[in-house]
């Protein structure tokens, strides 16, 4: 059984560049979510997806947006990046018959830095 | 605005000290508080409560919920350097088939030898 698996690891990027994240879920979750993690602060929620279709969505601008597939993994794309999206980028996903609530699974995250 | 507020910030003891972690929060529809452990970077899953003053216990660390004057505390027993982490506090609330997980900051304990 393969964990959540997370790419890239690091990477930096310019202010107003579009950046792209990839998950990929838990063997048999059918759920996904993203987080943002700020240096010192708490995981925040911002976007569930659940077969394909966005199923809740944290306090974040439509810059932020993501892609489920068929085979569950996910995307994570932010436009237009700013300075305070420098973040780790946490993705979780969560087995069927949980309603994408109750234990998460997370991947080990991607470190964005923007300059 | 849903609200999960931990403390301590951070804490350090000696190795076979017992700690006390709190969480208190504000939600509207609560539905479940979950405790997760960060070493690095993946949080790994502790507890998950859902009712009000059952203990839920693994090895050295309990957990319990009081939803009447919503709060909860992870305990950890005899620690070790190994517990050394950031320890995060998550509540569960919203409705209709979609619940939203707020995390609280973290505690963060230093174990020392």
């Known amino acids: 059984e393969t964990g959540v698996t997370q790419s890239p690891t690091h990477l930096i990027k310019t202010r107003g560049q579009q950046v792209t994240l990839r998950c990929s879920s838990q063997?048999?979750?059918?759920?996904v979510s993203w987080y943002q993690q700020a240096l010192g602060q708490g995981p925040q929620f911002i976007f569930q997806?659940?077969?394909?279709?966005?199923?809740g969505r944290g306090n974040f601008p439509p810059r932020f947006s993501g892609l489920q597939f068929p085979n569950y993994s996910s995307e994570l794309n932010v436009n237009a990046l700013e300075l305070d999206d420098s973040a780790l980028y946490l993705c979780?996903?969560?087995?069927?018959?949980?309603?994408?609530?109750?234990?998460?699974?997370f991947g080990e995250g991607s470190r964005l830095t923007v300059l | 605005e849903d609200k999960v507020v931990q403390s301590p910030l951070s804490l350090v003891v000696h190795e076979g000290d017992t700690v006390t972690l709190n969480c208190s929060y504000e939600?509207?529809?609560?539905?479940?508080l979950l405790w997760y452990k960060q070493e690095k970077k993946a949080p790994t899953f502790l507890f998950m409560l859902?009712?009000?003053?059952i203990e839920k216990k693994s090895g050295r660390l309990s957990s319990i919920l009081d939803k009447k004057e919503l709060f909860s505390i992870l305990n950890i027993t005899a620690t070790q350097t190994g517990d050394s982490a950031v320890y995060l506090c998550?509540?569960?609330?919203?409705?209709?088939?979609?619940?939203?997980?707020?995390f609280g900051r973290g505690t963060s304990l230093i174990v020392h030898p």
């Open positions: 063997s048999g979750h059918n759920t």
């Open positions: 979780a996903s969560s087995p069927p018959g949980q309603g994408g609530t109750g234990e998460l699974f």
């Open positions: 997806y659940y077969r394909e279709e966005e199923n």
């Open positions: 859902t009712s009000s003053g």
């Open positions: 998550a509540v569960e609330a919203g409705g209709g088939g979609s619940y939203i997980p707020t």
């Open positions: 939600v509207t529809n609560f539905r479940s």
